[in-house]
């Protein structure tokens, strides 16, 4: 829609392009970096209200896997009906019956009381329970075959499962009674064996009384029937270690007991009685869309049992079904064979995960999350066919801690496919000559036949597309069937787009920016102004309208509709002035034809060695010309190999106070060149650099990172971490009063990386001043609107040697920032690798024309024993050794007073080892060396009893 603030942004749009000069496209967000857009925003009150620019890397073009061929229904044997019910009496035939009412019921007799039964689509079994035992019914073969009891996996106890569900591949049973060592809850069984494993006791015993069992066979999601008064009905059971059941719905009027249940992939629940026809038993159907009873089934049997179960013997379809395997080792790319293993801190490992597809469905699509080392893979396209494995191998994951890794794997069968306009689209019709209205073709169309009826994605590609002021540009979708959206309107202001490819994704990060720089990639369906017309032939209002005008989607309008038929996409320019064109536009439809989710851990233990050196000090005196031995004890109280090297060092200059142990880098360019004397930290635009300072704002989750390392060999003791920051329109009265900081042993966030020290709660600024420094441009350096912040906090922690991450925030009591200044050297655009988070994202690079430092500045304290150097009056034998766990060994000190003067002599031997706990083990030594010249205590007495060579 032209618009006056169209209009406006259009006059602006050259000078906005000069200011930038060789940067036309700026990423910089308002909220995550101050930029010199933002500051000439502030100057320009008619550009006030267009937000700033936003940040957002072109994406990468999703990787479409190969289609998959359509799936056909599969029969059953003889047994074509899907509704299998029996009860508890063997003489009584199971009944296979269409709920549909087509067919006629099959009665099969299987001679066995039936309790509780559950389908497997993918062995096609039938599993049945006769309360305390265990039978497979093949449903091809029609041949039964008894397992044998119900074995706890506890205590070899027989054990009674009343209902039976298969979820998601594992055999379920409920139990309704309770003792100590078996609760009443759910188990899993095992299908060979039946083996059963508590997988969730009941909370209460008075709340689920669960006979009926099953799981819906498309979704995964546990139902069951409950006797008990309180939730009495059908309910869900979530699993979630809470005991609970969620009441769908109660028994139908005058039903207290029902003990079989069956969910179909008709979308209904059927909920089987144990009374006979005789005695009015009925099948009660429950349509879950509906959330209603329907006209009930009469149950084929003439008497009234006990208890009756349920199952749903038809698929519709292939069925997907993983297992999931994770295994840990040392080896790098190995595959180890075990699920636990025992290292020492600091370790290597690899962790392996093998996925089997175990179903009959061919999977196409891979994601995999590890809850410690993050998202492995996403919408990775691996064909798995039934019975196929693939294996990936992590990098190596440092061990600093022992931890237990849960993985999930999800694989989806998908079907893509998709169709281009394969002609050029002129923006307007006419152009260059003509500069607004239709574009031609008017509509460009794409046509399906044969695609799947009900696509879950629907994604538009514009491909190749330029134009001079795309906020100029509408585009309207529709489908075969009439539906319509506005999926892109009113965007990206003034600047020019050229030859760019565009995705409208519904699952991108973000809508396209209003008034900013539009880059390639992908991007959320995006219409700012509602209400734009589109002219004959295309349909007539009103549309559906994306975000931020609206809140319609691809996947709300198109989604889940028949495909067929012709698509249209007609597009106006709908503002003289500017022209552009279209190579062709594109449009995928992603079908899930189903999908399988296993998970499993691996454990890494860590055995470390413990270092325990006695005594903790030595001294001898000796005569000028001697020598003397005294036993130094290193010994191993862990449980891991204790590896020690001894060093000394001199203690004459004694542990210094609290220095600086690390400065980032140089944040002044001018000192005393800014306003009023002050220093200058300029940003140097004649370099083509933007960035004044990156948002680390607490109230936005923005934060920044950067690394240093602790050289060795000893740590450092850490008091103090020095940030800088500013909020603009300060006073040099700081308003910064919160800084919260995290230390990682690795890139926050990133895999295998750990906090050290810290949190994001915790406020641990003491003080923060003015530095006497400005940020500034190189041709405004007496500007004083944002005097820099030096905010010191609180650490107090040790470090051993190693690479470390600060990760940092602020707050202020001012709106703008507060913003991080980079590190900044003349004639420099940058060599460091500093990160930022914005929203509580991951981390990424920053960059502006080069890679980005922060300044920062730690202080503390370290060893004398990080510059050892050789003490010429003392030895020791052995310098180095490994010692054993639980064991201990001696080293010989040697104090030799050969060729020195008398007086004292002091230093450190400084035990060096791998306990990750105590690396550095200090052992004060001190020599005292005796004049020739004896003492002559009682002298003037002629007694010599107390004569002495001491220095008293």
């Not at 079994?125 to 996996?153: E, K, M, N, Q, R």
């Not at 990206?492 to 409208?504: E, Q, R």
């Amino acid at each position: 829609m032209a618009t006056r603030i169209h209009h406006a942004l259009r006059v602006l749009a050259p000078a906005l392009l000069l200011l930038a000069g060789a940067v036309p496209s700026l990423a910089a967000d308002h909220a995550t970096s101050d930029s010199l857009l933002d500051e000439q925003r502030r100057r320009l009150a008619e550009a006030a209200a267009a937000p700033a620019a936003e940040i957002e890397a072109a994406l990468a073009a999703e990787r479409l896997p190969a289609p998959l061929p359509r799936t056909r229904h599969l029969s059953f044997g003889a047994v074509g009906n899907p509704l299998a019910i029996g009860v508890d009496d063997a003489t009584i035939p199971m009944a296979f019956i269409d709920p549909t009412g087509v067919n006629p019921n099959v009665q099969v007799p299987v001679g066995i009381q039936v309790w509780g039964a559950a389908y497997d689509p993918v062995t096609d079994i039938l599993y049945l329970s006769s309360g305390s035992t265990f039978h497979h019914w093949d449903v091809t073969a029609g041949t039964l075959t008894t397992i044998g009891p119900f074995i706890s996996s506890v205590d070899g106890a027989t054990l009674v499962m009343e209902g039976l569900a298969v979820a998601n591949g594992t055999l379920l049973g409920s139990r309704v009674a309770n003792t100590a060592t078996n609760p009443e809850g759910i188990y899993s069984i095992n299908p060979a064996t039946g083996v059963a494993t508590l997988v969730e006791a009941f909370a209460t015993t008075a709340g689920q009384t669960l006979s009926g069992l099953d799981a819906d066979p498309v979704t995964g999601t546990l139902y069951g029937t409950n006797d008990a008064t309180t939730n009495r009905g059908l309910v869900e059971i979530p699993l979630d270690g809470s005991g609970t059941v969620i009441r769908i719905t109660d028994y139908p009027a005058g039903e207290t007991d029902i003990d079989g249940l069956a969910v179909g992939t008709d979308g209904r629940a059927y909920l089987v009685e144990d009374d006979g026809t005789a005695a009015n038993g009925q099948v009660h159907v429950w349509d879950f869309a509906l959330a209603a009873y329907q006209t009930p089934i009469p149950t084929p049997w003439a008497t009234s049992e006990v208890f009756s179960a349920g199952a749903w013997v038809a698929a519709s379809g292939p069925v997907g079904r993983i297992t999931l395997t994770k295994t840990v080792g040392t080896a790098p790319g190995v595959c180890a064979p075990t699920d636990e293993i025992t290292v020492v801190t600091g370790a290597e490992v690899y962790y392996c995960y093998t996925v089997e597809n175990t179903g009959t469905l061919t999977l196409n699509l891979h994601d995999l999350v590890d809850d410690q080392l993050g998202v492995l893979l996403e919408d990775e396209p691996i064909t798995l066919a039934p019975g196929a494995t693939h294996q990936i191998i992590s990098s190596a994951v440092v061990i600093t801690a022992p931890v237990v890794n849960n993985a999930t794997w999800t694989a989806r069968a998908v079907e893509l496919v998709g169709q281009c306009s394969g002609v050029p689209i002129l923006l307007p019709a006419g152009a260059p000559g003509t500069t607004s209205g239709p574009a031609a073709p008017y509509p460009a169309s794409v046509t399906f036949a044969g695609a799947p009826t009900a696509p879950g994605t629907v994604t538009v590609e514009l491909r190749g597309i330029s134009h001079t002021f795309p906020d100029d540009l509408d585009f309207l979708l529709e489908g075969p069937g009439g539906q319509t959206l506005v999926f892109m309107s009113d965007v990206g202001g003034g600047n020019a787009i050229v030859d760019i490819d565009l995705t409208i994704d519904d699952a991108a990060a973000a809508i396209l920016p209003d008034s900013t720089q539009i880059s390639a990639g992908s991007w959320q369906p995006s219409n700012v102004i509602a209400g734009d017309p589109f002219a004959a032939p295309a349909p007539a209002g009103p549309y559906g309208n994306a975000a931020p005008a609206g809140t319609d989607t691809l996947a709300s309008v198109f989604g889940g509709l028949d495909p067929n038929g012709t698509w249209n996409l007609w597009i106006v320019d709908d503002a003289g002035g500017d022209v552009g064109e279209l190579d062709e536009w594109c449009l995928n439809l992603r079908t899930d034809l189903g999908q399988a989710t296993a998970s499993d851990s691996a454990t890494v233990n860590i055995l470390d060695p413990q270092i325990d050196v006695t005594p903790a000090s030595l001294s001898s005196t000796l005569e000028p010309g001697t020598a003397e031995d005294q036993p130094l004890t290193i010994q191993n109280t862990g449980g891991a190999p204790l590896d020690w090297a001894i060093d000394e060092a001199p203690a004459a200059l004694a542990r210094v106070p609290t220095a600086v142990l690390h400065d980032n880098g140089p944040l002044v360019t001018h000192p005393g060149g800014g306003a009023g004397g002050a220093d200058a930290s300029a940003l140097q635009t004649a370099l083509g650099m933007t960035i004044f300072g990156y948002g680390h704002q607490i109230s936005a989750n923005n934060r920044v990172a950067d690394d240093f390392t602790v050289p060795g060999p000893t740590p450092w003791n850490v008091d103090t971490i020095t940030f800088f920051a500013y909020q603009t329109g300060s006073t040099t009265t700081s308003t910064i009063n919160d800084v919260r900081v995290q230390i990682w042993d690795g890139i926050p966030g990133a895999a295998g990386s750990n906090v050290v020290f810290g949190d994001l709660v915790t406020n641990r600024l003491a003080s923060s001043t003015w530095t006497n420094a400005y940020r500034v441009t190189d041709t405004t350096i007496t500007d004083s609107a944002r005097p820099i912040m030096a905010n010191v906090v609180t650490i107090g922690t040790t470090l051993p040697p190693g690479t470390y991450w600060l990760d940092w925030f602020c707050g202020g009591t001012l709106a703008s920032g507060p913003w991080a200044p980079p590190v900044t050297i003349l004639g420099s655009t940058g060599s460091g690798n500093a990160m930022q988070s914005t929203a509580g994202g991951a981390f990424a690079p920053l960059i502006d024309v080069g890679p980005q430092d922060f300044p920062f500045v730690i202080e503390g304290t370290s060893s004398l024993c990080s510059t050892p150097s050789d003490l010429p009056w003392i030895s020791v034998n052995p310098a180095a050794g490994s010692t054993a766990p639980g064991a201990s060994d001696v080293v010989t000190v040697t104090f030799d007073a050969a060729a020195l003067s008398p007086g004292l002599y002091d230093g450190l031997l400084c035990v060096n080892s791998n306990d990750p706990a105590t690396p550095l083990v200090e052992v004060p030594v001190s020599l005292t060396v005796t004049d020739t010249m004896p003492f002559l205590d009682g002298f003037e007495t002629g007694n010599t009893s107390r004569w002495s060579l001491a220095v008293p």
